[in-house]
């Protein structure tokens, strides 16, 4: 079996159109939220760290979660961990988590930025998420671990084939067309769209 998971760093705008082209493919993806980048609501005088681009409101990131997409943390501040202390970590992993869960959002997953992933993130991230994305690679299945992988989306997109779980890594997603195609890709291959939390538990 093939297995691929549509993932989305950061928290940006496009995700809303983004889950609609998912969801007409009967697709799911994981967005991935760093807690500085989301609003109550629009404001567009608000510094943004990425360019060109508004972020999502908490609104937004519920209606995601209803319609059975995946939310996981990407943390508070969007920093490498590999350089953090250790209560910088802990703000980053339980902090984010408590925040999370004060808006009804409940992610069973981190995700590292920056791919900022050691042994110590992974010590204090095991009473805190059951499962977390360390750096970029390859999973094969079956998963023998609770740390998953991504590529950047052409390479998992490539990747693709029997025995091997794929994690396609977008970002700001600004061309909807080109994205749809990839979708249409994806499902011409027969790989199985799963979320993070699902694969990583077979």
């Known amino acids: 079996m093939k297995y691929f998971t549509f993932s989305f760093d ?4 496009s995700w809303v159109q983004v889950a609609l082209l998912l969801e ?3 697709y799911r993806g ?6 500085r980048y989301v609003a109550n ?15 999502l409101t908490w609104r937004e990131i ?7 997409h995946e939310i996981t943390s990407h943390g508070l501040r969007h920093i490498d961990y590999v350089d953090a202390t250790d209560m910088e970590l802990y703000a980053e ?3 984010a988590k408590d925040i999370f869960a004060s808006r009804g959002i409940y992610p069973k997953v981190f995700t590292c930025p920056f791919n900022g992933f050691n042994k110590r993130v992974d010590d204090m991230s095991k009473d805190i998420y059951p499962y977390i994305r360390g ?36 970002h700001d997603v600004t061309d909807f067309e080109r994205f749809e195609q990839v979708i249409q ?15 990583m538990k077979q």
């Not at 950061?10 to 705008?13: K, L």
């Not at 519920?62 to 059975?68: K, V």
């Open 10 to 13: 950061d928290g940006y705008e």
């Open 24 to 26: 007409k493919y009967g």
């Open 30 to 35: 994981s967005f991935n939220v760093t807690l």
């Open 41 to 55: 609501r629009r404001v567009d005088s608000r510094p943004r760290m990425f360019p060109a681009s508004d972020t």
């Open 62 to 68: 519920a209606a995601l979660q209803d319609r059975g």
């Open 93 to 95: 992993l339980k902090v």
């Open 135 to 170: 750096k970029v690679g390859i999973n094969h299945v079956p998963v023998e671990s609770r740390i998953y992988h991504c590529l950047s989306w052409p390479d998992a997109v490539k990747s693709i084939t029997d025995n091997v779980w794929s994690v396609g890594a977008w």
């Open 185 to 199: 890709q994806v499902k011409e291959t027969g790989a199985k769209v799963v979320l993070v939390e699902e694969m």
